[in-house]
């Protein structure tokens, strides 16, 4: 199936600091990719896949599960494990909770993760019966877009496949035992306006989590969607800050990259 514009992932080699950035739940890199050039701007090398079954058409999404989206960034941390001398998790969404796990799976493997309005939870009330309910109905309503700033568009679907719900909700569950192995130091931004993922999913995840170096921003101006929201600057600034604090060799790249923009 062609991809929607703007869904194709993106990769760019750069210095030792690598970066993997996770996009959401029935999204598409569209909606990070500015935050994955930003960092990719500044010399980092940079890795943000499409996850299997977005980024075309619903119906593709139906077949597909949450251990499929995970495999999908678990093999392009481990390729840039491989490439790189630190690595870093970002994500927005249900791609907080795919960085998140990458964390508590992979360890010392990971130097930091940074994620923005994580997701723990399928909230919805009818979700406890989302197991009967995905064979009765295919989907639901849409939840993209979710932006404050007028004009903004997020890449997605407009509708949710029941199946893909059901195993989301399984895997925020999955997920949510796993926090207590999150050790690494974690940034994590929360829009206090967000229409999709409540802020009491961060709050959660900041209780459960076993990471002694945690930081939190609020970004009071954006919905769900932040990283293409009013927000956005402060969160790649707070980002690469978060990165060069704990790998000052990212400055280096930073300035490296800089130098040679400014002779081109």
Request: glycine letters at 8%.
């Amino acid at each position: 199936m062609p991809l929607l514009p703007g869904a194709e992932p993106f990769r760019r080699d750069g210095g030792e600091v690598g970066v993997l950035v996770c996009h959401g739940f029935t999204g598409s890199p569209q909606s990070v990719r500015p935050w994955a050039e930003y960092l990719a701007d500044r010399g980092l090398t940079v890795a943000l896949p499409l996850l299997p079954g977005h980024g075309t058409r619903w119906q593709d999404m139906q077949i597909t599960t949450w251990q499929d989206w995970y495999a999908e960034v678990d093999r392009e941390l481990r390729a840039l494990t491989e490439r790189c001398t630190k690595v870093f998790v970002c994500g927005l969404s249900m791609g907080g909770a795919l960085a998140l796990r990458l964390a508590a799976k992979h360890g010392d493997a990971i130097s930091g993760v940074a994620v923005v309005n994580p997701g723990n939870k399928v909230h919805d009330a009818a979700a406890p019966l989302l197991p009967v309910l995905r064979h009765l109905v295919q989907t639901t309503k849409g939840v993209v877009s979710d932006i404050a700033k007028p004009g903004a568009r997020e890449v997605g679907y407009e509708r949710v496949p029941l199946h893909a719900a059901h195993s989301l909700r399984r895997f925020f569950q999955q997920v949510d035992s796993e926090l207590p192995g999150v050790t690494q130091p974690l940034l994590v931004m929360t829009s206090p306006q967000d229409h999709v993922v409540p802020a009491a999913d961060s709050e959660r995840i900041l209780a459960r989590v076993s990471s002694t170096d945690v930081r939190q921003t609020l970004l009071e101006h954006s919905y769900h969607v932040a990283t293409l929201d009013h927000d956005a600057e402060q969160i790649f600034r707070d980002t690469f800050a978060f990165i060069s604090r704990l790998a000052p060799e990212a400055r280096a790249d930073a300035a490296q990259e800089g130098t040679a923009s400014g002779g081109a």
